[in-house]
């Protein structure tokens, strides 16, 4: 599933590129770059597409929080000549920072909530491509492989997502969002225990804890999908899981 998103955005990009291929992209250096920019000897944790590699190909962003990766050319390549687009600029938004020789510097900001994907591409060759998958959420999300206590019985993520929180009943200002999440019963071996359960934490800025929430499963079955949706603290800056 995961596989089949990343290609159809892969297919969004390359149509957005084709429309794109004639705007140039001035970078800017900034007097950071030592501290932006990884030598050309550094192997970036992912590599994806042919002749450009980046620091990372999956990046989460939240509010007033901009997260910056690398792009790295081979040597004796200019950086400067690479410039970005990005599927969905509502979502997110990326600004070059700094380049050096082979290696540039961009920085992801959110805009609103959602996913989609960026594209680095060479403006001289746009088969040069890499990609960056951008997570956005109004907090960080601390969710573990492997959601639960039990290692016999567990769930797995299916996905999430933030919507306004919406209080017909007049002014309440104690949450900004209303968090919907999808788990699924990935193992049921101990028949013993019919239900399944763990705790998810909103954590304020300063690590305190806002409110304690419970994800469960009555009737427990392998392979069923669950739904839980959860309140999300005006002060919640951090969403964690129990898992193992």
């Not at 088969?127 to 907090?139: G, L, R, T, W």
């Not at 200002?173 to 909103?202: E, H, P, R, V």
């Amino acid at each position: 599933m995961k596989a089949n998103m990343k290609m159809k955005s892969k297919k969004i990009i390359c149509t957005i590129l084709t429309s794109v291929t004639a705007a140039v992209i001035t970078l800017t250096a900034v007097t950071t770059v030592a501290a932006l920019i990884p030598s050309s000897s550094v192997v970036a944790k992912e590599s994806i597409g042919n002749g450009l590699i980046l620091s990372t190909d999956s990046i989460a962003v939240t509010p007033g929080v901009p997260v910056t990766f690398n792009a790295l050319l081979a040597e004796g390549f200019d950086a400067s000549r690479l410039a970005c687009v990005v599927a969905d600029p509502g979502i997110a938004t990326i600004t070059p920072v700094a380049y050096d020789a082979n290696a540039a510097a961009y920085q992801i900001t959110y805009e609103n909530n959602g996913s989609t994907v960026a594209a680095i591409y060479h403006l001289d060759n746009p088969a040069v491509v890499a990609y960056v998958h951008i997570s956005a959420s109004p907090i960080i999300m601390e969710i573990p492989e492997k959601l639960g206590t039990n290692r016999d019985n567990y769930c797995t993520l299916v996905s999430y997502e933030f919507v306004p929180y919406v209080f017909s009943y007049g002014d309440f200002s104690d949450y900004k969002n209303t968090l919907n999440i999808k788990y699924q019963c990935a193992s049921y071996k101990d028949k013993g225990y019919a239900k399944w359960g763990c705790y998810g934490f909103f954590y304020d800025a300063d690590g305190a804890v806002l409110s304690k929430v419970h994800l469960y499963g009555s009737t427990l079955s392998e392979g069923r999908i669950y739904h839980s949706e959860f309140n999300v603290p005006v002060n919640a800056v951090r969403f964690a899981i129990e898992g193992f």
